[in-house]
């Protein structure tokens, strides 16, 4: 963890570009919180075309978890509206390959398994918003102490569009209470990166269990006198993936985003 915090720190001030250029070469493998503040970060989808239609009705009807951003031409790997040289095969720093709605491969590269009818996804992630909370006030400790912010399946359900169905993720942040207000009110400027939180308190309100158990990140460092705090996540379309289970589909490891070129202010 220390490791990541030192290269997040390092890297919070250095452009979209030469972050990526770092994940391109390899030397950067994990998640990206915390690296070119300033600039929004995306989730990641990668369909076969004859599901890009319905994948997109599915995020249009459900912008919470899945605020698209930006759509590749079919079988075009750039995506030169969110960065001029953003290659989708090498500039994530690690993928999730899906076969038949299952964990297939985890990889850092994906030009050998590009296709020419493949369709790219990018959709606002809640890292986006995390240098405004910063800058108001409220701690983030998942930066603070280096891990993945926590990923839970919720029993918030979203609304179906073809194949794609199924539970929304949220990622949680531990917060006092005076500084949960102070989160609502800042994130909902955000709404291509989630906004506002979908839920504060009592996990069990919407059918998380247990918080030491995440279906993805890590486990979560929860303080007392602290509060838990879930945001729709970008994650949801993973699992909408593992319920339609398509062929083929590729996604981002969650933790590990496409650094953009647009300022975060830019898609508020």
């Given amino acids: 963890m220390r490791d990541f915090e030192d290269q997040s720190n390092n890297l919070s001030e250095a452009s ?5 250029g770092l ?3 390899g030397d950067i493998t994990g998640q990206t919180g915390g690296m070119a503040f300033g600039y929004m970060q995306g989730n990641l989808a990668i369909l076969p075309s004859d ?3 319905d994948f997109a009705r599915y995020c249009q009807r459900n912008p919470k978890p ?8 079919t079988g075009d790997p750039m995506l030169r509206t969110l960065g001029e040289d953003i290659d989708i095969r090498s500039d994530i720093s690690s993928y999730n390959v899906y076969r038949d709605g299952e964990l297939a491969d985890t990889v850092t590269d994906i030009t050998e398994l590009w296709r020419d009818d493949l369709v790219a996804f990018v959709l606002g992630c809640s890292f986006s918003f995390e240098e405004a909370l910063q800058a108001g006030g409220v701690p983030l400790r ?4 280096g891990y993945v912010v926590p990923m839970y399946r919720s029993n918030i359900q979203t609304v179906p569009a073809g194949p794609f169905h199924g539970p929304t993720v949220v990622s949680m942040r531990p917060m006092p209470m005076t500084e949960a207000i102070r989160a609502v009110e800042i994130t909902a400027r955000f709404p291509m990166m989630h906004g506002k939180p979908v839920h504060i308190g009592d996990p069990a309100g ?4 247990d918080l030491n158990d995440p279906v993805w990140g890590d486990v979560p460092d929860i303080r007392e006198g602290e509060v838990p705090v879930f945001w729709a996540c970008g994650v949801t379309p993973q699992a909408a ?3 339609a289970k398509p062929a083929f589909c ?3 490891k969650p933790g590990s985003m496409l650094i953009t070129d647009l300022p975060s202010g830019s898609v508020t």
């Fill in 16 to 20: 979209p570009a030469h972050v990526r």
């Fill in 23 to 25: 994940i391109r070469r």
């Fill in 51 to 53: 599901l890009a239609l």
């Fill in 66 to 73: 899945c605020p698209l951003v930006g759509i590749s031409e």
């Fill in 142 to 145: 998942h930066l603070e102490v």
């Fill in 206 to 209: 919407i059918g998380i269990g």
């Fill in 241 to 243: 993936v593992m319920a």
């Fill in 250 to 252: 590729i996604t981002h």
